[in-house]
């Protein structure tokens, strides 16, 4: 397989140019080019680090693949959601969700909030892709949203920005990050419909991170902060997400 040979050229390449200083070496060589990613100094930091600089040396503007309508999974998988929501989030809920306002700030030049019907009026991309979580399962799904970048650029991200951090309505439980080539990538959405549906509670409803090429844990639900910034360290335990905490890599693609 084509992949295949090139991670292991790369691999090659890598440990070849770190020579006996082996794994570390590689390290400091990734981190000279900014290819660490923030979750590195964990346990499985130096296997991760390769994945990543290999996907972000090879495979930066790759697409997910996209599957035709017939393909579709039904009845849908929807996973648990963890602890239990805010009571504000049923308020929301029953109203329809037109309280709900989707914050972006941080390195941008005009912070902004946006309601559902902002979201709503922006140019939308529908696309049908694979979910899959960690776990195991796995379901293809049609998700309609507006692409991140969209919104990015409405905000004015500025050129130094490296990272794009989301948030969820549990801030503390499940928030995440991508490096500015993901944020950026054209079938990342924040997706509002699955299926030609409005999202519901269990599919994280109103607004949902869609992330299609890496692990369903990335695809946050019920999104409505981001920030734009250039120090990921700042952020929680300075990991890039709330997935390393789990024990999963901030960095999930294939
Ligand atoms: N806010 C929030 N987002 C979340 C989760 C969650 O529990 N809370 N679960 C994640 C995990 S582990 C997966 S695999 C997917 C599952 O998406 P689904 O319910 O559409 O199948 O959502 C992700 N997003
Ligand atoms: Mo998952």
Redesign the pocket.
Known sequence: MKNLSRRRFLTAGIVTAAGAAGLYGAERIANHYGLIPPDAATWYGPGETLDYDVQRIFGRHALAREFSPSQITHPP???E??PKLPATYYQMEQNGFRDWQLKIDGLVSNPASFSLSDIHSFPARSQITM?S??EGWS?IGEWTGVPLSHLLDLAGAKPNATYVVYR?I?PDY?WDSLDIFEARHPQTLIAYAVNGSDLTL???APLRMRVPRQL??K????INHITVTDDIKRFGDGLGSSDPAYGYAWFAGE
């Open positions: 998988f929807r996973n959601i963890g979910l979580c960690e379901y969820s549990q499940w269990r599919t994280g369903g844990y695809s946050v639900k019920f």
